[in-house]
């Protein structure tokens, strides 16, 4: 039995040839042919060529909130490192990094774009129809209600992460010779961590 039950244990190699459906799903992948969906029946690539502008917009929208707002927020909580701001802002930081993003979205969808709760914010699905002859304006407020709730969503976990990473990086330079220095020459403590600590605290970033 043992002799038996060793040999089940080796795997067994057989070649088929290249006439199998692996072999001509990935002959026709390199070919730029990705089958069709098993959904809609429609070819792969005509639906990701629809999604793709929408995805990409979704979470350059994100990345760009990020760090719009992490790269000052992180080196405002290192300059007030220890301060009751610094605690309450870190508290809320890990609280929103510990939440599901999928989780606070569907409470977001319930809560904030359904009548039948009292709540109708903003839209609950749909990319808004902008009406022939718009101004730039209604353009924007239309589009805008409907990417809040998603871009939100996609942003926060990144936005308490970089925070959190930045304001580290930003306490280890603010420990280093050269911001004595610029301190030293009468610079300011916001004007040495947005002139001189940025540029070497946000090299972990950028990497």
């Not at 609280?95 to 999928?102: A, K």
């Not at 808004?128 to 805008?144: C, K, M, Q, S, T």
Request: charge should be positive; aromatic fraction near 12%; glycine fraction near 8%.
């Amino acid at each position: 039995q043992t002799g038996k039950n060793s040999r089940l244990l080796v795997p067994r190699i057989h070649w088929y040839g290249l006439e199998n459906q692996y072999q001509r799903w990935l002959t026709n992948v390199f070919a730029g042919d990705f089958g069709r969906s098993t959904v809609s029946q429609l070819p792969v690539m005509e639906e990701v060529r629809t999604a793709l502008p929408r995805t990409l917009l979704l979470n350059g929208l994100a990345m760009l909130v990020v760090f719009i707002v992490s790269v000052p927020l992180g080196l405002y909580l290192a300059g007030t490192a220890g301060s009751t701001t610094d605690l309450l802002v870190s508290t809320l930081l890990f609280t929103l990094y510990g939440i599901p993003s999928f989780w606070l979205a569907t409470l977001a969808v319930n809560f904030l774009t359904t009548p039948a709760y009292g709540v109708d914010l903003f839209p609950s699905m749909g990319f808004g129809h902008v009406p022939p002859g718009a101004g730039l304006w209604e353009a924007f407020g239309i589009r805008a209600s409907h990417l809040f709730l998603p871009v939100f969503c996609l942003s926060y976990p990144a936005l308490a992460y970089v925070v959190r990473h930045l304001r580290a990086s930003g306490l280890a330079e603010l420990r280093k010779a050269y911001v004595v220095t610029a301190r030293m020459k009468g610079l300011g403590k916001w004007a040495v961590l947005f002139r001189h600590v940025l540029r070497n605290a946000s090299f972990p970033l950028v990497t």
